[in-house]
């Protein structure tokens, strides 16, 4: 297994490295498709060019031929371009020179312009590249007799004109070159400090150091990519004191009722065992915190199985109404406590959810009611219609102190209790509202709470109101 793991490490490459390489390679094509199609683009403009010369050369030649005697005026034009590097040759049929004179050409160059000229009509020109040399050969006439005009430029003016744009162009494609793996380093430096900042800070998060910032706003991508490790940041933290809060919580919890009972249990047995009514009482305390500590168990587990989507939900059309007077019923004991409970119930309204988990719900909405009503122990219940019919309002108001506008986003956190602003002990694990809010949340459906300090608070949950049968497809 390490070695393997060695070798996925040793794998792993740099984005620095990675985007430096692509761009010098990038770059170093980029140059050389350059000097590609420069050289071919020059190479064949220039010969282009030395044909284009030649055949002026030799069109001039012709016409000076055609119109006055040949003489100084030949001479003249071929003495000028001879300067530029383009010779002219006037043969005769059997190859002899006859302009200028006294000049040697080669056989093979005599023999191949007569060749050329062989094939072609009265008044047409051949232009060719043979031996080194770009011609042009035509047929004339001189002093009534017929000869062959060859007029000759050398490619290697052109090939010397081409390999010193070449070697130019090298060394400028080389000081681009150094110029471009440069400016790479530079870009890949630039686009990689932001990263480089970001893992740096992720490991101080790893080592639990939750005062590290993700700043980098020098690229979009970069910027949320920070965003996203804040949040992320921001999460781990607050799982963290969640832990502890629910250890330090749970804890306190077990330990006050499991002391409890061990208590009365040692006084049943040592000092109320023979008095039937002190050891009623007795065990009657044993048995309320064996159930609240039931209850606690219970609602830790409620609260983890709901929160890890464990438990799948049983969508089902039910009566919300009977449903709700049943749960009501249940409390009834309350009333002989002097609870009040005052209800506004429309008749047989339905909807579709859970049954189980609503029920979940109104439980723990009504025993918060319960635990933090007023001194006149009255509780508010109400299921009402919307105006259109679509929705069912159920709402559940205590006449308590209320709840303070900034502690009202906290009060559906898991443990959160508002210690000083109930009237009597609070029984419950303070899981009641955070699991009313993971089963809402899961139906998708609308809740919340209004509360003024003094007045008290109403919770209050929105149902989708259904027929009572699917409506005939």
């Given at each position: 297994?390490?070695?393997?793991?060695?070798?996925?490490?040793?794998?792993?490459?740099?984005?620095?490295?990675?985007?430096?390489?692509?761009?010098?390679?990038?770059?170093?094509?980029?140059?050389?498709?350059?000097?590609?199609?420069?050289?071919?683009?020059?190479?064949?403009?220039?010969?282009?060019?030395?044909?284009?010369r030649?055949?002026?050369?030799?069109?001039?030649?012709?016409?000076?031929?055609?119109?006055?005697?040949?003489?100084?005026?030949?001479?003249?034009?071929?003495?000028?371009?001879?300067?530029?590097?383009?010779?002219?040759?006037?043969?005769?049929?059997?190859?002899?020179?006859?302009?200028?004179?006294?000049v040697?050409?080669?056989?093979?160059?005599?023999?191949?312009?007569?060749?050329y000229?062989?094939?072609?009509?009265?008044?047409?020109?051949?232009?060719?590249?043979?031996?080194?040399?770009?011609n042009?050969?035509?047929?004339?006439?001189?002093?009534?007799?017929?000869?062959?005009?060859?007029?000759?430029?050398?490619?290697?003016?052109?090939?010397?004109?081409?390999?010193?744009?070449?070697?130019?162009?090298?060394?400028?494609?080389?000081?681009?070159?150094?110029?471009?793996?440069v400016?790479?380093?530079?870009?890949?430096?630039?686009?990689?400090?932001?990263?480089?900042?970001?893992?740096?800070?992720?490991?101080?998060?790893?080592?639990?150091?939750?005062?590290?910032?993700f700043?980098?706003?020098d690229?979009?991508?970069?910027?949320?990519?920070?965003?996203?490790?804040?949040?992320m940041?921001?999460e781990?933290?607050?799982?963290?004191?969640?832990?502890?809060?629910?250890?330090?919580?749970?804890?306190?919890?077990?330990?006050?009722?499991?002391?409890?009972?061990?208590?009365?249990?040692s006084?049943?047995?040592?000092?109320?065992?023979d008095?039937?009514?002190?050891?009623?009482?007795?065990?009657?305390?044993?048995?309320?915190?064996?159930?609240?500590?039931?209850?606690l168990?219970?609602?830790?587990?409620?609260?983890?199985?709901?929160?890890?989507n464990?438990?799948?939900?049983?969508?089902?059309?039910?009566?919300l109404?009977?449903?709700?007077?049943?749960?009501?019923?249940?409390?009834?004991?309350?009333?002989?406590?002097?609870?009040?409970?005052?209800?506004?119930?429309?008749?047989?309204?339905?909807?579709?959810?859970?049954?189980?988990?609503?029920g979940?719900?109104?439980?723990?909405?009504?025993?918060?009611?319960?635990?933090?009503?007023?001194?006149?122990?009255?509780?508010?219940?109400?299921?009402?219609?919307?105006?259109?019919?679509?929705?069912?309002?159920?709402?559940?108001?205590d006449?308590?102190?209320?709840?303070?506008?900034?502690?009202?986003?906290?009060?559906?956190?898991?443990?959160?209790?508002l210690?000083?602003?109930?009237?009597?002990?609070?029984?419950?694990?303070?899981?009641?509202?955070?699991?009313?809010?993971?089963?809402?949340?899961?139906?998708?459906?609308?809740?919340?709470?209004?509360?003024?300090?003094g007045?008290g608070?109403?919770?209050?949950?929105?149902?989708?109101?259904?027929?009572?049968?699917?409506?005939?497809q």
């Amino acid at each position: 297994m390490k070695s393997e793991k060695t070798v996925k490490k040793l794998k792993l490459k740099s984005v620095n490295n990675v985007m430096f390489a692509y761009f010098c390679i990038l770059s170093a094509l980029i140059l050389v498709l350059v000097d590609v199609v420069f050289f071919i683009i020059v190479s064949t403009s220039l010969g282009n060019q030395a044909r284009n010369r030649v055949v002026t050369v030799g069109n001039e030649a012709v016409k000076i031929l055609e119109h006055t005697p040949q003489g100084e005026l030949l001479d003249s034009l071929f003495l000028r371009y001879r300067e530029e590097g383009i010779i002219s040759y006037i043969f005769s049929a059997d190859g002899n020179v006859l302009h200028p004179l006294g000049v040697e050409v080669s056989a093979s160059r005599i023999e191949e312009a007569l060749s050329y000229a062989s094939k072609l009509s009265n008044g047409a020109d051949a232009a060719y590249n043979s031996g080194g040399f770009m011609n042009f050969c035509t047929n004339v006439n001189v002093d009534g007799g017929e000869g062959v005009l060859l007029v000759s430029c050398s490619l290697g003016i052109v090939r010397d004109t081409v390999t010193s744009l070449q070697i130019y162009l090298l060394l400028i494609s080389g000081i681009v070159l150094v110029l471009a793996f440069v400016i790479a380093y530079s870009i890949s430096q630039k686009l990689t400090r932001g990263l480089k900042s970001l893992s740096d800070s992720a490991v101080k998060l790893a080592k639990g150091d939750y005062s590290v910032k993700f700043v980098n706003v020098d690229y979009k991508e970069v910027a949320q990519l920070s965003d996203t490790l804040n949040e992320m940041r921001d999460e781990v933290k607050k799982s963290g004191d969640f832990q502890r809060e629910i250890l330090a919580n749970v804890t306190h919890d077990l330990k006050t009722p499991l002391t409890m009972i061990k208590a009365y249990a040692s006084m049943v047995k040592e000092i109320s065992g023979d008095n039937p009514e002190k050891r009623d009482k007795h065990l009657q305390v044993i048995i309320d915190e064996a159930d609240r500590l039931t209850g606690l168990v219970n609602d830790v587990l409620s609260v983890s199985k709901v929160s890890s989507n464990l438990g799948d939900l049983n969508i089902k059309v039910f009566n919300l109404t009977e449903f709700l007077y049943g749960i009501i019923g249940k409390f009834g004991y309350l009333q002989e406590s002097g609870y009040n409970l005052m209800l506004d119930i429309d008749p047989d309204r339905y909807t579709r959810a859970d049954e189980e988990k609503i029920g979940q719900v109104i439980y723990n909405l009504m025993g918060n009611a319960v635990n933090y009503t007023g001194e006149d122990k009255t509780v508010y219940i109400s299921l009402k219609t919307s105006m259109d019919g679509q929705r069912l309002k159920l709402s559940i108001r205590d006449t308590g102190k209320g709840i303070p506008q900034n502690e009202l986003p906290n009060i559906w956190e898991r443990y959160y209790r508002l210690e000083k602003e109930h009237v009597r002990p609070v029984k419950g694990t303070g899981l009641g509202l955070n699991i009313v809010k993971v089963i809402l949340q899961s139906h998708s459906f609308d809740f919340g709470v209004d509360s003024e300090v003094g007045k008290g608070s109403t919770f209050w949950v929105d149902f989708p109101c259904v027929p009572s049968t699917p409506p005939s497809q």
